[in-house]
T-cell receptor, first 111, second 108 residues
Framework: QKEVEQNSGPLSVPEGAIASLNCTYS??????FFWYRQYSGKSPELIMS????GDKEDGRFTAQLNKASQYVSLLIRDSQPSDSATYLC???????????FGQGTTLQVKP | DVKVTQSSRYLVKRTGEKVFLECVQD?????MFWYRQDPGLGLRLIYF???????EKGDIPEGYSVSREKKERFSLILESASTNQTSMYLC???????FGSGTRLTVV
């Protein structure tokens, strides 16, 4: 089992729809979770962090965390073509403190 | 605005050359990291540092070394470049990992 798992996609949604990106992790002791957006040919950019169970909203983005199920998700409301990118989930290891990255999910938002 | 600066955006080197990739951050971060990113393999940690003159091996340190003489600068060194080191190299700093713009290295 990979430490952080994401569906590689591509996930295709129409403009204006809600995009739902999912991530599962294996480290039950993890306390910090991050979502990064990476445009093609660019470096990852931190867009959300979440530390407590429940939802955290920032503009059109909502991160959801369920530690019991070891599941973290990112919802993008009113998806725009400019949201088309690869989204990386990262989990801080409770053992080493380093971030463990998933392979990323590619999102395509079609006009 | 916080910044992590990587000295080169694109680099082409010959097999066997010694290659230096520089990374500078202006956020007074203690933690700095070097990753490489390849299609299908994701981000792989090469080396990291939690303090000046301190370095720790990541998951794929073979063929690489690092130097951290000053807090703001973390250098990645390819001792003798090989074609399988052709990749995108990403530097990051801080607990939330601010990434530099990356260096796309091609070894010919």
């Amino acid at each position: 089992q990979k430490e952080v798992e994401q569906n590689s996609g591509p996930l295709s949604v129409p403009e204006g729809a809600i995009a739902s990106l999912n991530c599962t992790y294996s480290d039950r002791g993890s306390q910090s979770f991050f979502w990064y957006r990476q445009y093609s040919g660019k470096s990852p950019e931190l867009i959300m962090s979440i530390y407590s169970n429940g939802d955290k909203e920032d503009g059109r983005f909502t991160a959801q965390l369920n530690k019991a199920s070891q599941y973290v998700s990112l919802l993008i409301r009113d998806s725009q073509p400019s949201d088309s990118a690869t989204y990386l989930c990262a989990v801080r290891s409770s053992n080493t403190g380093k971030l463990i990255f998933g392979q990323g999910t590619t999102l395509q938002v079609k006009p | 605005d916080v910044k992590v600066t990587q000295s080169s955006r694109y680099l082409v080197k010959r097999t066997g050359e010694k290659v230096f990739l520089e990374c500078v951050q202006d956020m007074d971060h203690e933690n700095m990291f070097w990753y490489r990113q390849d299609p299908g393999l994701g981000l792989r940690l090469i080396y990291f540092s939690y303090d000046v003159k301190m370095k720790e091996k990541g998951d794929i340190p073979e063929g690489y070394s690092v130097s951290r003489e000053k807090k703001e600068r973390f250098s990645l060194i390819l001792e003798s470049a090989s074609t399988n080191q052709t990749s995108m190299y990403l530097c990051a700093s801080g607990k939330g990992y601010t990434f530099g713009s990356g260096t796309r290295l091609t070894v010919v």
